[in-house]
Antibody
Framework: QLQLQESGPGLVKPSETLSLTCTVSGGSISSSDQYWGWIRQPPGKGLEWIGSIYYDGSTYYNPSLQSRVTISVDTSKNQFSLNLSSVTAADAAVYYC????????????WGQGTMVTVSS | QSALTQPASVSGSPGQSITISCTGTSSDVGGYNYLSWYQQHPGKAPKLMIYDVSNRPSGVSNRFSGSKSGNSASLTISGLQAEDEADYYCYSYTSSSSLVFGTGTKVTVL
């Protein structure tokens, strides 16, 4: 049974880079037709897609975040990662990693989420 | 990109049916069948309820159904139950190869 788990600092200083990792267990991150994404949710607000990465490494980002976002895959560790640079208080949110259901764009398996606070 | 538009809240009594709308444009909802719906209970991760407009993942109750017409999509919950009280989000692929969520709808079971 495929499971995803986010990890990373819960507190990031303004202007610094937020870095999170999603560890995939119960399956291979590099299986063909698999792709993975990051979604965030500020406290009390709605969901926002951040970006996604295919098993071949190709990436797609939210245009509003594209200049600050990098998503990468480490197949040797069965992990994928999110880097968000120059963070501000507006980037404080619960960050989720998730798997796209094969053959569709829907996210069918989600991590439990991790809260990231931006404060000095 | 702008979030898809959903009503802020919808309510119904147990056993009733309710419908949540999701309105976009021809560049997202109207242009593709990659329309999905998520249920989110407080403090929990979202759960996929409907994908590709009207398909239910294994394990999702057949009380949930989805449809689409033009630039709008709908999620219908029939036989409303207390456990259905949650936030619901639609989600679509867009012409710029990106993805966008709806504004979210809070469903209250009276």
């Amino acid at each position: 049974q495929l499971q995803l788990q986010e990890s990373g600092p819960g507190l990031v200083k303004p202007s610094e880079t937020l870095s999170l990792t999603c560890t995939v267990s119960g399956g291979s991150i590099s299986s063909s037709d698999q792709y993975w994404g990051w979604i965030r949710q500020p406290p009390g607000k709605g969901l926002e897609w951040i970006g996604s990465i295919y098993y071949d490494g190709s990436t797609y980002y939210n245009p509003s975040l594209q200049s600050r976002v990098t998503i990468s895959v480490d197949t040797s560790k069965n992990q994928f990662s999110l880097n968000l640079s120059s963070v501000t208080a507006a980037d404080a949110a619960v960050y989720y990693c998730a798997r796209h259901r094969p053959g569709t764009k829907a996210f069918d398996i989600w991590g439990q989420g991790t809260m990231v606070t931006v404060s000095s | 990109q702008s979030a898809l538009t959903q009503p802020a809240s919808v309510s119904g009594s147990p056993g009733q049916s309710i419908t949540i709308s999701c309105t976009g444009t021809s560049s997202d909802v109207g242009g593709y069948n990659y329309l999905s719906w998520y249920q989110q209970h407080p403090g929990k991760a979202p759960k996929l309820m409907i994908y590709d407009v009207s398909n239910r993942p294994s394990g999702v109750s057949n009380r949930f159904s989805g449809s689409k017409s033009g630039n709008s999509a709908s999620l219908t919950i029939s036989g409303l139950q207390a456990e259905d009280e949650a936030d619901y989000y639609c989600y679509s692929y867009t012409s710029s190869s990106s993805l966008v969520f709806g504004t979210g709808t809070k469903v209250t079971v009276l």
